[in-house]
């Protein structure tokens, strides 16, 4: 007995420290990142040490890692320090950047950076990096802009993932696309949507605004933001090739040279944007035949996991009262293919359409929700009447068999109703079935109404506007027909045509961001609306407009400089308010809304 309790006691000290060993390694984390991982001769890079959590302030400086057998120290660009209080629990990080210059050729480790905190070492993960030798040396960096500034791939790309590559038919899967970057992007579009032919397609909800980490891929820091994520369904077998995506960035680059200023110009807010295009890798998938083994008469073709139930209001009634039964179907799997079940009832019942409520659910592995079918019965003789068991079937992949389910038989107690039983044929409306047991049926209800003798209503002004109504309707037609037809044949006035309606709509949507909680899904939307109607309006893609060639495009169309200048202040402050660490007040986000209308009539009026 007493070894018992101590084997318990035992048992609850090891939870407890397994609980609380977690918490106590979360004060500190460290880590290494530099700038790019191949670097020419005599050539510069960044070592950046991060250092985050609750205990981050109190830790001293880290050990940081001899490499001065390739390259040399050339000093330090400062400490950056980022405090955040999330649901009262405060995380505090902390950036160092040290600048080094390349000494040697060939392919070296930079060791782990040490940090000493509380009696614990702390270590950073090493990097692999490779010196080579370049064309020519490093040149003395000039103060003139650069005109050609470039984004090399390894800095950003769009990686595609998938949870399985091996499926069966109507076995969902979950592709995701994620953008790369370690370099400032602040605008991108979608050029060519991926090839999902023979599949059947469920987009699940992004946002305007994806939400975005960090993570460190050999030794380089990457934001990593999901742009799209879908759930397919592939409806036939044999292997499918789902195909690439394309995308097209804005990325703020650098136009200035290293100087004095570095300082305040490496804020990504200033310097000039470039477009790039980005595309994915193809994803090849292997699809299963359903197996022939096993496979139930009444198979409906569906692949996940499912449950089946079945149920009346009530269970007894009179003879010509409407019961309801619903049957409810719900699971994991592709909820809109579930098919209307096959209900048997006794043949004295009479059975309307039913009212069917959908419901979706994107989870994190597929489609789960319900699909609910609601009927009205009416029974029209007493007894006991049973509704018969229904029976749906589907595929589950995970025992690779099939799996039919069945509810249970319901009984309904029909009574006699008060009034005299009456016969009547299949076919009637649910209004009409409210009259069953009448004995008279009124010819006419209310009062009816009299025309007097002798009048002619072809001599009345309304017979005359009769006659007009066709010509009326068929000019109006010639003209709608034309308008539609303009729509279809001329993009740039179907899209300038429809630039107010869609706009109002983005503006609207902006409304709902009106918060400091949500600033910068605000200021993204005003700028998705700005940009949109300039390029509805110029018949431009918005993702090929950059905000330092709008100037140019409204002066190619004559617009005044005095409402340039109100649209070029309200698109700068998306910029800003989108990318500079502020905070603004909603009522400076109230103001700014009105002031973006403003602009937006503004400009309306003279194009």
Same mark, same amino acid.
């Given at each position: ?13 090891? @939870?407890?420290?397994s609980?609380?060993?977690?918490l106590?390694?979360a ?18 890079f960044?070592? %950046? ?8 302030? $109190? ?5 940081m ?7 040399a120290y050339?000093?330090?660009s400062?400490?950056?320090q ?26 070296? %480790? ?8 509380? $009696? ?7 990097? /692999? ?7 020519? !040396?490093?040149q ?25 590559k ?6 969902p ?7 790369y970057?370690?370099? #400032?992007v ?11 032919a ?8 992004i ?19 999901? =742009?799209k994520?879908?759930?397919?369904f592939?409806?036939?077998a ?7 995506? +394309? ?6 680059? /650098?136009?200035r ?6 300082s305040?110009?490496d ?18 998938i ?11 008469p009444?198979f ?11 149920s009346?209001?009530?269970?007894k009634?009179k003879?010509?009262?409407?019961i309801t @039964? ?15 079940? +096959?209900?048997?009832?006794?043949? $004295? ?16 592995n597929?489609? #789960? ?42 009984? =309904? ?6 009034d ?12 009409e ?34 006659l007009?109504? !066709? ?6 037609? @010639?003209?709608?027909?034309?308008? @539609? ?10 899209? #300038? ?6 706009v ?20 993204a ?9 300039l ?5 431009? !893609? ?5 905000? $330092? ?18 649209y ?19 009522d400076?986000?109230? /103001?700014?809304?009105? +002031? ?8 309306e009026?003279v194009?």
């Open positions: 007995m007493k070894g018992k309790r101590i084997l318990e006691n035992l048992i609850i000290i090891i @939870l407890i420290v609980y609380f060993c977690p106590i390694g004060e500190i984390e460290i880590s290494t990142s530099i700038d790019r991982n191949v670097i020419g001769l005599n050539q510069t960044t070592l %950046t040490l991060d250092i985050s959590g609750e205990k981050a302030n $109190d830790a001293d400086d880290p050990q890692p001899d490499v001065s057998e390739f390259a050339m000093g330090s400062g400490t950056t980022n405090i955040q209080i999330i649901n009262g629990k405060m995380t505090v990080s902390r950036s160092i950047s040290f600048t080094y210059m390349t000494t040697k050729i060939g392919k070296f %480790t930079i060791p782990p950076a040490v940090l000493k905190f509380k $009696d614990k070492e702390y270590r950073s993960k090493p990097i /692999q990096i490779e010196i080579i030798k370049t064309q020519k !040396p490093q003395p960096q000039s103060r003139q802009p650069s005109t050609t500034p470039s984004t090399p791939e390894e800095n950003l790309f769009l990686q595609v993932s998938v949870n399985k091996r499926v069966y038919v109507n076995e899967l979950i592709l995701s696309y994620k953008i970057t370690n370099v #400032s602040t605008q991108y579009g979608i050029n060519t949507m991926p090839n999902t023979g599949f059947w397609v469920e987009e699940f909800p946002g305007n605004q994806p939400k975005t980490y960090e993570e460190i891929i050999n030794g380089k820091k990457f934001l990593i933001a999901e =742009i994520r879908m759930a397919l592939p409806t036939d044999g292997k499918k090739t789902i195909g690439p995506m +394309q995308i097209e960035c804005n990325v703020r680059v /650098q136009t040279r290293r100087s004095i200023f570095d305040f110009f804020d990504p807010f200033f310097g000039r944007s470039v477009r790039r295009t980005v595309n994915s890798k193809p994803v090849t292997e699809v299963l035949p359903l197996p022939h083994e096993g496979k139930p009444n409906s073709g569906l692949v996940g996991k499912f449950n089946l139930l079945s009346v209001d009530k269970e009634v003879t010509n009262e409407a @039964l619903n049957v409810k179907i719900s699971g994991n799997g592709n909820i809109k293919m579930i098919s209307e079940p +096959q209900v048997e009832l006794p043949p $004295d019942f009479e059975k309307y359409s039913p009212k069917v409520t959908e419901k979706l659910n994107h989870v994190e597929g489609i #789960s929700g319900s699909k609910v079918y609601e009927y009205v019965l009416i029974p029209r003789f007493p007894g006991m009447q049973k509704i018969k068991p229904v029976v749906f079937s589907y595929f589950d992949f995970n025992s690779k068999s099939y799996e039919v389910l069945r509810t249970p038989e319901i009984a =309904i107690n029909v009574e006699k109703g008060s005299e039983f009456m016969t009547v044929s299949s076919g009637l409306s649910k209004e079935v409210k009259l069953l047991g009448k004995d008279i049926m009124a010819i006419q209800w209310g009062n009816p109404q009299f025309r007097k003798i002798g009048s002619y209503f072809y001599k009345r002004v309304y017979f005359a506007l009769l007009i109504f !066709p010509i009326v309707v068929i000019v109006s037609s @010639l003209g709608y027909r034309r308008h @539609l037809d303009k729509l279809s044949e001329n993009i740039a006035y179907a899209r #300038s045509r429809k630039a107010n309606q869609i109002m709509k983005r503006l609207h949507k902006a409304k709902n961001f009106l918060s400091e909680k949500t600033q910068k899904e605000f200021y939307e005003i700028a998705n609306s700005l940009m949109g109607f390029g509805d309006k110029f018949n431009i !893609p918005p993702a090929g407009i950059i905000t $330092d060639e709008v100037e140019g495009l409204m002066q190619s169309r004559g617009v005044d400089e005095q409402v340039i200048k109100p070029l202040d309200c698109l700068q402050t998306c910029d800003y308010q989108r990318f500079a660490p502020s905070v603004a007040k909603t400076e986000m109230k /103001q700014f809304f009105d +002031q973006a209308r403003r602009a937006i009539v503004a400009l009026k194009i």
